[in-house]
């Protein structure tokens, strides 16, 4: 847990953009130095000029989490300019859907690159760093929060891709957890665990690399696109919202960050199936006209 924002060191990834760009609001407002990294450079500047405007001193850098040389580069010059970061936001992911055997292999090294590989490069980088920091000075303090999502405790049908990035990040960040509390007791971690939230993550193909380029959409992956789009953009709860939940969990050394708490329920139910070794229940079964309309869509000829 952190006690204390002002001038401590922020490294947040997808800082463009979302809740990487109202964390770095926040820690603005609280004095903090800011590291923002993004793939896309134009937002980046945006985001760079505004928190600069904002009094806090800036280090903005073009990065693609996925790439390990880049992230290495992205750590190195972290530790050069401000040292050990004390809160650390490995948030940079992108969104893609249809059914499981339709995506590509380019689909999952996409995916699989930006959502899970950028998580590990920022906790293979920045850990190490932060327990040298905490090991010189016993009033160190740090924090590591690394997003995730409800389809990392779910698995919603017609979503396998991203599915498994983000159960994957949730038990890399839950092992994270253990293994801090092993070693110290200065530097927590934290998982966020967002609903549908107006992000933008919907619209992710803008950044998407050339050598990856996506192969003509499938119906499938049409049509989760177009109940992404809807969900995502009808989302009630803001990203500036859930960034100063974000900012409560540092500050309460609180690990599960979620953005819709009445979510849990369905969490729950799969729980329950699993413990009970049932069937996985029907994620539309408080919503039976969707998952009707879902059926009918994709089994249309």
């Known amino acids: 847990m952190i006690s204390d924002f002002k001038n401590k060191t922020a490294v947040l990834t997808g800082a463009g953009s979302g809740f990487g760009l109202e964390c770095a609001r926040i820690g603005a407002r609280l004095g903090m130095k800011l590291v923002l990294a993004d793939v896309q450079q134009d937002a980046l500047n945006q985001a760079a000029a505004e928190m600069t405007a904002a009094g806090v001193e800036v280090l903005a850098l073009q990065v693609d989490v996925s790439d390990a040389t880049q992230m290495e580069h992205l750590a190195q010059r972290v530790q050069e300019r401000f040292g050990a970061p004390h809160f650390v936001f490995n948030n940079a992911g992108v969104g893609a859907g249809g059914l499981v055997w339709e995506n590509s292999v380019q689909d999952w090294r ?20 932060m327990l040298e920091a905490a090991k010189k000075d016993p009033a160190y303090q740090g924090h590591i929060v690394n997003t995730a999502s409800m389809a990392g405790l779910l698995n919603a049908p017609n979503m396998g891709v991203y599915n498994v990035s983000k159960h994957a990040v949730v038990s890399l960040s839950e092992t994270l957890y253990q293994d801090l509390a092993l070693v110290t007791d200065q530097i927590g971690a934290s998982v966020l665990c967002p609903y ?6 919907h619209q992710s193909e803008r950044n998407r690399p050339g050598d990856l380029s996506a192969a003509k959409p499938t119906r499938s992956q049409l049509i989760g696109q177009a109940m992404s789009d809807k969900a995502v953009s009808s989302g009630k709860v803001t990203a500036t919202e859930v960034a100063h939940k974000v900012f409560d969990a540092i500050a309460a050394n609180q690990f599960y960050i979620y953005s819709h708490p009445k979510a849990i329920g369905a969490v729950q139910t799969r729980l329950e199936d699993i413990v009970q070794a049932r069937n996985p229940t029907d994620p539309f079964a408080h919503k039976p006209e969707l998952g009707e309309e879902l059926r009918r869509a994709l089994r249309a000829a």
């Open 110 to 129: 996409w995916v699989l690159g930006v959502n899970l590989w950028g998580v590990i490069h920022g906790v293979r980088l920045f850990t190490p760093m």
């Open 196 to 201: 549908f939230v107006p992000t933008g993550i």
